[in-house]
């Protein structure tokens, strides 16, 4: 399986901070890569996808980059909606894997 | 617009079978590969496998041997049955579409997600 790591785990930031979370891939992954955000007690939305690929009525404050093994998801100016936990998720190769989640939490 | 929306009983007694089913509103069935993911409570996300119209069906390695996921085409439907369930099992479980952009499937539409308690 391939094992997908989040950092950090948890991260506090204001509203207008630009963040930036990282995913890192235990083999490369090329670009098959997705993110999504999670709010409590709701099912997840997919943000990203192929790694830099802004979903249909994502805002365009979150973008994606990365390859082979690294991406992060960055979120250039933060809005009071934004504050959820992240996953990365490959789609590389079955089993599909997601990272541990990353708690973004208001400062 | 499509809509997931999962049932089944909530709580499930160990050692016995969890059985859940997903029914999709709207949408062209035949086209996509449909999913099960579970939440364990305060954790991550957890692929269990997926199943397109054919029948044909992915699992994960971990739960292979104790999974099955069907489709019944004719009532846009499909299920998930897991055997010999215990404590570790009790989860928040997803349906969702898995839908083709740029060459790869992810996960676009997603059920509201319901909670089973595997507990005597």
């Known amino acids: 399986d391939i094992q997908m790591t989040q950092s950090p785990s948890t991260l506090s930031a204001f509203v207008a901070d630009r963040v930036t979370i990282t995913c890192r891939a235990s083999?490369?992954?090329?670009?098959?890569l997705a993110w999504y955000q999670q709010k409590p007690g709701k099912a997840p939305k997919v943000l990203i996808y192929?790694?830099?690929s802004l979903q249909s009525g994502v805002p365009s404050r979150f973008s994606g980059s990365g390859s082979g093994t690294e991406f992060t998801l960055t979120i250039s100016s933060l809005q009071p909606d934004d504050f959820a936990t992240y996953y990365c998720?490959?789609?590389?190769?079955?089993?599909?894997?997601f990272g541990q989640g990353t708690k973004l939490e208001i400062k | 617009q499509v809509q997931l929306q999962e049932s089944g009983p909530g709580l499930v007694r160990p050692s016995e079978t969890l059985s859940l089913t997903c029914s999709v509103s709207?949408?062209?069935?035949?086209?996509?590969?449909w999913s099960w993911i579970r939440q364990p409570p305060g954790k991550g996300l957890e692929w269990i496998g997926d199943?397109?119209?054919?029948?044909?069906?992915n699992y994960n390695p971990s739960l292979k041997s104790r999974v099955t996921i069907s489709v019944d085409t004719s009532k846009n439907q499909f299920s998930l049955r897991l055997t010999s369930v215990t404590a570790a099992d009790t989860a928040v479980y997803f349906c969702?579409?898995?839908?083709?952009?740029?060459?790869?499937?992810?996960?676009?539409?997603w059920g509201q997600g319901t909670m089973v308690t595997v507990s005597s």
């Open positions: 083999q490369s992954i090329s670009s098959w």
């Open positions: 969702a579409r898995e839908s083709n952009r740029l060459g790869g499937s992810i996960f676009d539409i």
């Open positions: 199943v397109y119209h054919t029948g044909n069906t």
């Open positions: 998720q490959q789609y590389q190769s079955h089993p599909y894997t």
């Open positions: 709207a949408g062209s069935f035949s086209t996509y590969h």
């Open positions: 192929k790694a830099s």
